[in-house]
């Protein structure tokens, strides 16, 4: 079983900035990929952002240029900077991961909302 356990949401203006992190209960040797998912009210959950064990990432094309996700495998942590935040990426933003053994894990989630 992996914990994950986020943090870093909050309210902010159009514009600005934030960073999620996600603090996984286990040894990140046994992670392969780390993703980012957000889910708006009334819409079906979306990839945002991926990074793998060997820190190739992807990005939904909605994001590029604006988010930056990272892992510290030394903090067992992931993290996802949001930059120029917009009023669409208001949604409650989930870290999920792929182990290597094959179960996948689902955080919490942490609320985001961006104000016009």
């Known amino acids: 079983q992996v914990q994950l356990v986020e943090s870093g949401g909050g309210l902010v203006q159009a514009g600005g900035s934030l960073r999620l992190s996600c603090a996984v209960s286990r040894s990140m040797l046994n992670i392969n990929v780390m993703d980012w998912y957000r889910q708006a009210p009334g819409k079906q959950r979306d990839l945002v952002a991926g990074?793998?064990?060997?820190?190739?990432?992807m990005y939904a094309d909605s994001v590029k240029g604006r988010f930056t996700i990272s892992r510290d495998n030394a903090k067992n942590t992931v993290y996802l900077q949001m930059n120029s935040l917009e009023p669409e990426d208001t949604a409650v933003y989930y870290c999920?991961?792929?182990?290597?053994?094959?179960?996948?894990?689902w955080g919490q989630g942490t609320q985001v909302t961006v104000s016009s």
């Open positions: 990074i793998s064990s060997g820190g190739s990432t």
């Open positions: 999920h991961v792929h182990t290597r053994q094959g179960p996948q894990f």
